[in-house]
């Protein structure tokens, strides 16, 4: 019905960077907010950064000022611009997806690894 496809995901060096991106296909009459989640070894999921339909961010304290989420609405497409890389940013990355079919669905992508090391 609805399927995110993230890609992006990598190996980096401490204070590189990476872009993640993240496609919505299928069947829905909209999407509304769109974000971006972790989840590290031995962790809870966290949200990294949300973003409205409107290109409203908000992001977790942890990220503020070296993440920037942004959103291509004719391509249905989020992205997460990942700069000044540190190690406690390891982690499994998700994206997720509010959309609007007969119902309110929360779609979660397939997660995308992402190792910060020398």
């Known amino acids: 019905q609805v399927q995110l496809v993230e890609s992006g995901g990598g190996l980096v060096q401490p204070g590189g960077s990476l872009r993640l991106s993240c496609a919505a296909s299928g069947s829905f009459a909209s999407i509304n907010a769109m974000g971006w989640y972790r989840q590290a070894p031995g962790k809870q999921r966290d949200l990294v950064a949300v973003i409205t339909s409107g290109g409203t961010p908000n992001y977790a304290d942890s990220v503020k000022g070296r993440f920037t989420i942004s959103r291509d609405n004719a391509k249905n497409t989020v992205y997460l611009q990942m700069n000044s890389l540190k190690p406690e940013d390891t982690a499994v990355y998700y994206c997720?997806?509010?959309?609007?079919?007969?119902?309110?669905?929360?779609?979660w992508g397939q997660g995308t690894l992402v190792t910060v090391s020398s």
């Open positions: 997720s997806a509010d959309a609007v079919t007969t119902r309110y669905l929360k779609v």
